[in-house]
């Protein structure tokens, strides 16, 4: 049972509470994020899961598949529950060489809402993060720009930023109400300047400074496929004593590292998926905590 919540957008007018662990569905797609799933069955299933086990946080992209998860969450879960937030990325593309682009020019920006509000199936996006995937397109502000402006026209009501520096999301607090924010973060990957998928990551423990000062949620993406291959006796240590996994406890930490922090961990497994649920559970002491650092 996941009881903690979180607040998304205190400072609005319309303020969401979620609970305190979502679902991240990049892992439904095909091999390489990209195509069918291998087992669809079960990718429906799991999206149905998410709700019977009270998380109310998706979080997908149309570029993911393509359009592979946004299909999937419409076909599993239309109509949505009332408290339902699902969260899409846009400012990124695939290139039929499956290489990942930027697509940030304000009518980029505009075609991709337009596409999310079709496969979603709804007349506007809770909330849509602006993610940076690599150099070049437009200056950010002139993106940031087109992601407010669709904002004041209702096709978005909330606007986060995803794979930001701090400086990047001091600009953008700047312009507007930042509702969350969505970097790599985990146990394993607290500092800036990693690459992943989109390119070059930033910001890591310096942005999650900025989101609890402001009362930001961070929503960390990653959190496991970064930390997991990097093995960590200490993360080991602790998993032995609480008859946990090391991905358990690498999920329970980032609970216990920040109220502000909203984990989204993915999967295409039931089995992991339940695993995954069961971090909720485990309280880490301060001397666990201590020892992690």
């Known amino acids: 049972m996941i009881t903690k919540e979180i607040t998304i957008a205190e ?9 305190r ?47 592979v998860t946004n299909r999937l969450i419409a076909e599993a879960l239309y109509p949505y529950p009332d408290d339902l937030v699902i969260c899409t990325k846009v400012g990124g593309a695939r290139k039929p060489d499956k290489s990942w682009i930027s697509f ?51 096709k978005i009501l909330h606007v986060g930023v995803s794979n930001v520096s701090p400086e ?6 700047a312009m507007g109400n930042i509702a969350t924010v969505e970097n790599m973060y985990g146990h394993a990957q607290r500092i800036s300047k990693q690459l992943a998928y989109g390119g070059e990551t930033r910001g890591g423990e310096e942005v999650l400074a900025i989101c609890e000062e402001n009362k930001i949620p961070l929503i960390p993406y990653f959190s496991l496929f970064q930390s997991m291959p990097q ?42 998926f339940e695993e995954n649920l069961k971090a909720t559970e485990i309280k880490l002491s301060e001397e666990d905590m201590k020892f992690l650092e």
């Open 11 to 19: 400072k609005s007018n319309h303020p969401l509470k979620v609970k």
């Open 21 to 67: 662990f979502g679902y991240g569905t990049m892992r439904l797609t095909g091999q390489g994020i990209w195509g069918e799933p291998a087992n669809r069955p079960e990718a429906l299933q799991i999206l149905k899961q998410c709700i019977k086990s009270g998380i109310n946080f998706i979080d997908t992209a149309d570029y993911y598949g393509e359009d």
């Open 104 to 154: 940030n020019r304000p009518e980029n920006l505009r075609s991709s809402i337009e596409n999310n509000l079709r496969t979603l199936k709804r007349e506007q996006i809770t909330l849509v993060h602006f993610r940076i995937i690599a150099e070049g397109g437009v200056p950010f502000k002139e993106s940031m720009d087109a992601m407010f402006e669709m904002q004041r026209e209702g």
């Open 168 to 173: 990047e999301l001091r600009a953008a607090m």
């Open 231 to 272: 093995k960590d006796e200490r993360i080991s240590t602790i998993a032995k004593k609480y008859n946990a996994t090391d991905a358990q406890i690498n999920l329970a930490w980032l609970l216990h590292r920040s109220p502000w922090i909203l984990p989204i961990p993915g999967t295409s497994s039931l089995q992991h």
